[in-house]
């Protein structure tokens, strides 16, 4: 097996809550979040980052930590939803990681980010049609990264975990 597991998909889709639950049961884990890994280094929230300097730069200190973070081994990382756009990051997360995609109903995820201001608007769009636009976007790139899915509004956490070990003992 390897010893990196990512965690991928949109936000709201259970990331840290499965993150956080599975360390447990791996042992000898630990959990990252990227994001606030990227808000640690930079000193600086994602808001901040993105009206300071723009996505672009977002997406490179994403790049830049991803990197970074990629030399650790006994981790479940929760990346970001947007991590995939860049084929570089989609690259790494392939040569380095497990990667499970965790995805829910755009109208469970729209309930579970609701007033979340702690991840900026990428369009002038609706919240609701922001997740469905983003959702079909990186679809994609998400499936080419997954080496499992989990329909994360099918399951609580525990069975989720459960798929997760069951999956983990045949890589």
């Not at 360390?23 to 606030?36: A, V």
């Not at 490179?60 to 084929?87: C, D, H, P, W």
């Not at 201001?117 to 990428?122: G, I, Q, S, V, W």
């Amino acid at each position: 097996m390897k010893n990196r597991i990512a965690l991928i998909g949109y936000r709201g889709t259970g990331k840290t809550t499965i993150g956080n639950s599975l360390i447990k049961r791996l042992g000898e884990y630990t959990f990252l979040d990227l994001d606030d890994y990227i808000v640690k280094k930079e000193k600086k929230s994602i808001p901040e980052i993105f009206n300071d300097f723009g996505e672009e730069k977002f997406r490179e200190f994403e790049n830049q930590y991803l990197k970074e973070l990629s030399k650790n081994k006994n981790i479940v990382l929760s990346t970001g939803g947007g991590v995939v756009i860049r084929e570089e990051n989609r690259d790494i997360l392939k040569k380095k990681y497990v990667n499970i995609l965790l995805s829910c109903s755009p109208n469970v995820i729209l309930k579970r980010i609701a007033g979340d201001k702690n991840r900026p608007a990428l369009t002038s769009k609706s919240e609701y049609e922001e997740i469905l636009f983003n959702l079909e976007k990186r679809d994609i790139w998400y499936k080419e990264v997954s080496n499992l899915m989990i329909q994360t509004d099918k399951y609580k956490v525990e069975e989720c975990i459960e798929i997760i070990l069951k999956f983990l003992n045949r890589v």
